[in-house]
């Protein structure tokens, strides 16, 4: 099918976000909610749904979705009532989830997301609201048998439901990386969807553009990268749009991806909110929420991703890109907050948390909490650059590494023991410009003639003679002058 076809279309696309918000205990029991345990051994008569066990609702399970619901600007549900959603599967114990159907705790909230041409969009979410996980079923660990591990049975969630804002795979991305940071930043969830921390299944239609009825839609289920996430839909898209094209109709279904081969594949057709016989949760009362406790919450609530990027262009003066790049994890952000407090030297520190440090953290395949370096380690590094004590290359080849080795050794005493400080010699440097020059007569007509960008070429050759032991400033401005005389 020619591209052409395919562009008379769009996607319209809404996503399910469950998140396993990082408490000590589930949802409505007290065995403990902690990933990587041995299978069955996190269980109680609660969590299995013993006769005559009561759930109690775990206080954290409502602060946290509160705080995601105020960081995405949604409305907090005062009065909230508990159902339970029927459904029979081996890894459910009780044969149904305790959740919220028609009470959802938060509701009409936003993100924003920043597009590849800088323009910003506004993806609206319906609800967030409050439930328990599943255990888990596993299929590939006994070839005769599927397995059950209920750790996972009771682990409290909260699931982000999205309008159908979303256009394409590339936005459903941005999307989902903003949801994450922004759990990140709160602290409820870590956000690790290889975990399954944090899954998303994805709600997928299409209609001709300019269309305003919604087409049939078919859920992808159980997404467990951003990239899956991506690739499930674009393929899903074009599917739907070829079987359109060729006369066909669309099945509402509940699909499969297949990262392998990168399609979906049915599962079962769609459930509809029948299917589960959803009716209010008799052994748990409502939930009223005060205004005092609510605000209590947003009060407590740390700088959020946005607030960040503001403050780093406003009160440092940063690019809004540097701005960007330093907020994806929240830990960098207040590295560069505690740099500011030892240097003022904001664009350097930016550069540096960007370059090799980042470069560093990807090699090792570690995270900014694992990086060595105190604040005031890498600042005073900084500070040695700019006062003309030390070298930029040489600092990030020669002295940075030397630094992880040992981090808590001083910069200035490290930079002696390499024998890298600077040579203050103007008389030494003028040696070396001079040695430079001769050696290069064709080079040094081309830049009288105008071709000056051949500079970058004859401090390259002094810093080598030098072994990066002078301070590039000066050095450039000595050797522009002595081209300029030659």
Same mark, same amino acid.
């Given at each position: 099918?020619?591209?052409?076809?395919?562009?008379?279309?769009?996607?319209?696309?809404?996503?399910?976000?469950?998140?396993?918000?990082?408490?000590?205990?589930?949802?409505?029991?007290?065995?403990?909610?902690?990933?990587?345990?041995?299978?069955?051994?996190?269980?109680?008569?609660?969590?299995?749904?013993?006769?005559?066990?009561?759930?109690?609702?775990?206080?954290?399970?409502?602060?946290?979705?509160?705080?995601?619901?105020?960081?995405?600007?949604?409305?907090?549900?005062?009065?909230?009532?508990?159902?339970?959603?029927?459904?029979?599967?081996?890894?459910?114990?009780?044969?149904?989830?305790?959740?919220?159907?028609?009470?959802?705790?938060?509701?009409?909230?936003?993100?924003?997301?920043?597009?590849?041409?800088?323009?910003?969009?506004?993806?609206?979410?319906?609800?967030?609201?409050?439930?328990?996980?599943?255990?888990?079923?596993?299929?590939?660990?006994?070839?005769?048998?599927?397995?059950?591990?209920?750790?996972?049975?009771?682990?409290?969630?909260?699931?982000?439901?999205?309008?159908?804002?979303?256009?394409?795979?590339?936005?459903?991305?941005?999307?989902?990386?903003?949801?994450?940071?922004?759990?990140?930043?709160?602290?409820?969830?870590?956000?690790?969807?290889?975990? @399954?921390?944090?899954?998303?299944?994805?709600?997928?239609?299409?209609?001709?553009?300019?269309?305003?009825?919604?087409?049939?839609?078919?859920?992808?289920?159980?997404?467990?990268?951003?990239?899956?996430?991506?690739?499930?839909?674009?393929?899903?898209?074009?599917?739907?749009?070829?079987?359109?094209?060729?006369?066909?109709?669309?099945?509402?279904?509940?699909?499969?991806?297949?990262?392998?081969?990168?399609?979906?594949?049915?599962?079962?057709?769609?459930?509809?909110?029948?299917?589960?016989?959803?009716?209010?949760?008799?052994?748990?009362?409502?939930?009223?929420?005060?205004?005092?406790?609510?605000?209590?919450?947003?009060?407590?609530?740390? %700088?959020?991703?946005?607030?960040?990027?503001?403050?780093?262009?406003?009160?440092?003066? %940063?690019?809004?890109?540097?701005?960007?790049?330093?907020?994806?994890?929240?830990?960098?952000?207040?590295?560069?907050?505690?740099?500011?407090?030892?240097?003022?030297?904001?664009?350097?520190?930016?550069?540096?948390?960007?370059?090799?440090?980042?470069?560093?953290?990807?090699?090792?395949?570690?995270?900014?909490?694992?990086?060595?370096?105190?604040?005031?380690?890498?600042?005073?590094?900084?500070?040695?650059?700019?006062?003309?004590?030390?070298?930029?290359?040489?600092?990030?080849?020669?002295?940075?590494?030397?630094?992880?080795?040992?981090?808590?050794?001083?910069?200035?005493?490290?930079?002696?023991?390499?024998?890298?400080?600077?040579?203050?010699?103007?008389?030494?440097?003028?040696?070396?410009?001079?040695?430079?020059?001769?050696?290069?007569?064709?080079?040094?007509?081309?830049?009288?003639? @105008?071709?000056?960008?051949?500079?970058?070429?004859?401090?390259?050759?002094?810093?080598?003679?030098?072994?990066?032991?002078?301070?590039?400033?000066?050095?450039?401005?000595?050797?522009?002058?002595?081209?300029?005389?030659?």
């Amino acid at each position: 099918m020619t591209e052409t076809a395919y562009s008379k279309y769009e996607a319209v696309i809404g996503l399910e976000v469950h998140a396993q918000l990082s408490t000590f205990s589930k949802a409505f029991s007290t065995d403990p909610a902690a990933f990587g345990a041995k299978p069955n051994t996190q269980v109680n008569p609660v969590s299995l749904g013993h006769p005559g066990t009561l759930p109690v609702v775990n206080e954290k399970l409502l602060e946290y979705a509160i705080r995601m619901g105020l960081a995405t600007q949604c409305h907090i549900r005062r009065e909230n009532f508990f159902a339970r959603k029927n459904y029979f599967y081996a890894d459910l114990p009780k044969g149904y989830q305790i959740t919220q159907d028609t009470t959802p705790i938060c509701y009409g909230g936003h993100i924003t997301i920043t597009l590849k041409d800088g323009g910003k969009k506004k993806l609206r979410i319906h609800h967030i609201h409050m439930e328990e996980d599943a255990g888990k079923s596993m299929h590939d660990q006994d070839p005769d048998s599927t397995l059950v591990d209920l750790n996972r049975a009771g682990v409290p969630l909260i699931e982000i439901v999205s309008e159908p804002d979303i256009r394409s795979g590339e936005e459903a991305g941005l999307y989902l990386a903003e949801i994450r940071r922004i759990l990140r930043y709160l602290e409820i969830c870590d956000g690790n969807m290889e975990e @399954g921390s944090m899954r998303c299944d994805a709600n997928i239609s299409v209609r001709l553009k300019g269309e305003t009825k919604l087409g049939t839609r078919c859920e992808v289920k159980n997404l467990n990268s951003i990239r899956n996430v991506q690739r499930a839909i674009d393929f899903e898209t074009r599917r739907q749009i070829d079987v359109l094209e060729s006369g066909g109709t669309i099945g509402q279904h509940t699909l499969n991806f297949d990262p392998d081969s990168g399609q979906t594949s049915p599962l079962r057709e769609k459930e509809t909110a029948n299917d589960y016989r959803y009716f209010p949760e008799p052994d748990m009362p409502p939930l009223q929420l005060s205004d005092a406790y609510i605000e209590g919450i947003r009060a407590a609530l740390p %700088l959020l991703p946005e607030e960040w990027e503001r403050k780093l262009v406003n009160e440092y003066g %940063l690019p809004p890109y540097d701005a960007s790049v330093l907020t994806e994890s929240k830990r960098m952000v207040l590295y560069f907050e505690a740099l500011t407090k030892e240097t003022d030297q904001f664009k350097a520190a930016a550069n540096w948390l960007m370059g090799p440090v980042k470069s560093y953290l990807n090699e090792q395949g570690k995270g900014m909490a694992d990086f060595p370096l105190k604040p005031a380690s890498l600042a005073g590094l900084i500070n040695l650059i700019e006062a003309g004590k030390l070298n930029y290359s040489v600092a990030a080849q020669t002295v940075f590494p030397a630094l992880l080795e040992d981090p808590e050794v001083s910069p200035d005493v490290l930079i002696e023991r390499l024998g890298v400080a600077i040579d203050s010699d103007t008389d030494q440097l003028t040696t070396y410009i001079e040695e430079v020059i001769a050696r290069h007569p064709d080079k040094v007509k081309q830049y009288q003639n @105008g071709k000056k960008g051949l500079i970058g070429l004859f401090m390259g050759e002094v810093m080598k003679l030098s072994k990066g032991k002078i301070d590039p400033k000066m050095a450039n401005r000595m050797m522009a002058e002595k081209l300029e005389k030659a």
